[in-house]
């Protein structure tokens, strides 16, 4: 069966791989691309966005523009961080071929979710989870299009937050957004900072993508190279969404019932878990064999040019 995924993103190095992964797979059918403010301000991820569509001459997969501001905080970040100059390692992939779809991002999602067959339509939000909070609360009727979502967001560990001590950068960012996201009742799988840290790019694993030897392998580890060297944080996150979409077998996994700190507290931002065995929404990913995840890539990769 043909996984249709509407991906909601911030692109970022690992925002990009994750995408490309997305595209080399033939279980998986791109809707189209929302873009959000988070690793940089919302209008170059957008541009960002069709850069990596373009790797793979993409351009009927729409890519329309979202929240350029968090649901109630501010947000004036300049810079791409570990990202690179431009927000995808400076490894010279060329300038967009096009100009971002009109419609609103969250609208157009909306749309495209009422319409659908229920529970049809798998989300996987890459970001800041401010376009999936204003869905859900500007447009309820777009719920029972949603089969489940993939979240790239919070720490389990009580000090594993990469934003603060305690919180992860995506929840961080907009807490308000995250925490409706959390209560929605919406069935979400989340991959954390724990399930990604020991999935680490190191030089034998990026060397294992490269010997991959097609156009996108080369730009996957030229995209890890650069990551590597701007950060010393350089565990896989954003693709771990993906990989867990066509490998579900590769990652343990436990139900619990999640919410996110909010208010005037040092762990605004934070996840608060606890593992249940009742009925629940909600599911954490444990960290995955890293290698076995690095071989899947490396062989996704080589299928295509
Ligand atoms: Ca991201």
Redesign the pocket.
């Known amino acids: 069966m043909t996984i249709s995924l509407l991906i909601d993103?911030?692109?970022?190095i690992?925002?990009a791989i994750a995408i490309w992964l997305a595209l080399s797979a033939p279980e998986i059918e791109i809707l189209g691309l929302t873009a959000v403010l988070?690793?940089g301000p919302v209008g170059p991820c957008a541009e960002n966005a069709i850069r990596i569509l373009d790797v793979f001459g993409r351009t009927d997969i729409p890519v329309h523009v979202g929240a350029a501001q968090p649901l109630s905080r501010s947000y004036a970040r300049k810079g791409w961080g570990v990202h690179g100059v431009d927000g995808l390692g400076g490894i010279g992939l060329p300038a967009p071929s096009r100009k971002v779809n009109g419609e609103d991002a969250v609208t157009w999602m909306a749309g495209i979710l009422t319409k659908a067959t229920p529970s049809s339509i798998t989300l996987a939000p890459?970001?800041p989870l401010t376009n999936i909070a204003r869905l859900l609360q500007d447009h309820p009727e777009a719920k029972r299009g949603i089969r489940e979502m993939i979240v790239?967001g919070g720490a389990t560990l009580p000090e594993g937050g990469n934003a603060t001590p305690h919180a992860e950068y995506?929840f961080w960012l907009d807490p308000e957004a995250a925490d409706i996201v959390c209560a929605s009742g919406v069935p979400i799988t989340l991959v954390t900072i724990e399930t990604a840290r020991p999935v680490s790019a190191t030089p034998a694993r990026i060397a294992r993508i490269a010997a991959a030897d097609s156009k996108v392998a080369r730009h996957v580890a030229d995209l890890l190279r650069a990551y590597v060297h701007e950060s010393k944080a350089d565990a896989l996150?954003?693709p771990l969404v993906m990989v867990y979409l066509l490998r579900p077998d590769l990652f343990p996994a436990s139900d619990a019932r999640f919410r996110v700190e909010m208010g005037d507290s040092p762990r605004l931002g934070a996840l608060n878990w606890q593992p249940t065995l009742e009925a629940t929404p909600h599911r954490l990913l444990q960290a995955p064999d890293p290698d076995a995840i690095f071989d899947f890539l490396a062989a996704r990769f080589q299928q295509h040019a």
């Open positions: 993103t911030d692109p970022g690992d925002d988070g690793n890459l970001g790239m995506n996150f954003d």
